[in-house]
């Protein structure tokens, strides 16, 4: 069973635009939303994080827009730069031991 | 500090073969977790321990899969006999306390069973 689900698979954005990837959860119990960015031949980084209790969060280019009755949160990446070129995961987890549940990742490509 | 760090970081083995990845989490980071990347599946959580105590290993696909965590900087995940679908890239992650913080991920170890 997949808690969560991630879209597109993959995603081209022109330099300068704006790259939207989504995601949604199942568990109601979840309370951290975080969002990881991978470079080839790395492994992932957390990039912004944000709890239920706010419904969106900056920083910088990134932005996480989160809706808690839809059970869906989102990124946004303003202004997109080539550099931003890289595989983002959505992940989710209960506050206490217990661990993240990725999504499947987007691949983001940002073309000049 | 030198971030989470795994080894090999490429292994390539014959079908049979066993084979052992190995990490050094941070120091001073408590929870420790191995994930399986692939392109089909993702992410997927094989086990993860606190406090060097295994917590869950209920991601493990199947009993030719081990891991320990002898003490707080070492880790190893073990499979023995390797098979052709086992090849993944193997990430261990490392954080201050189960889930709802950073997690600090390893370059990872590339696997591939012939």
């Known amino acids: 069973q997949q808690q969560v689900k991630q879209s597109p698979q993959s995603l081209i954005v022109q330099k300068g635009g704006i790259s939207i990837i989504n995601c949604a959860y199942e568990n109601t119990a979840f309370d951290y939303f975080p969002w990881y960015q991978q470079f080839p031949g790395k492994g992932p980084a957390l990039l912004i994080a944000?709890?239920?209790?706010?419904s969106e969060k900056k920083e910088g280019r990134f932005t996480i827009s989160f809706n808690k009755s839809a059970k869906q949160f989102s990124l946004h990446i303003m202004d997109s730069q080539p550099g931003d070129s890289a595989t983002y995961f959505c992940?989710?987890?209960?506050?206490?031991?217990?661990?993240?549940?990725f999504g499947k990742g987007t691949r983001l490509s940002v073309i000049a | 500090d030198a971030g989470v760090i795994q080894s090999p970081r490429h292994e390539v083995t014959e079908m049979g073969q066993e084979v052992t990845l190995r990490c050094k989490p941070i120091?001073?980071?408590?929870?420790l977790f191995w994930y399986r990347q692939t392109m089909m599946r993702g992410l997927e959580l094989l086990i993860y321990?606190?406090?060097?105590?295994?917590?869950?290993d209920s991601g493990m696909p199947e009993d030719r899969f081990s891991a320990k965590m002898p003490n707080a900087s070492f880790s190893t995940l073990k499979i023995q006999p390797s098979e052709p679908r086992d090849s993944a890239v193997y990430f261990c992650?490392?954080?201050?306390?189960?889930?709802?913080?950073?997690?600090?991920f390893g370059e990872g170890s590339r696997l591939t069973v012939l």
């Open positions: 120091s001073g980071h408590n929870s």
């Open positions: 321990f606190n406090n060097n105590v295994p917590i869950d």
């Open positions: 944000i709890r239920p209790d706010v």
């Open positions: 992940a989710a987890s209960m506050s206490g031991n217990t661990p993240l549940v």
């Open positions: 992650a490392g954080g201050r306390g189960g889930g709802s913080g950073e997690l600090f």
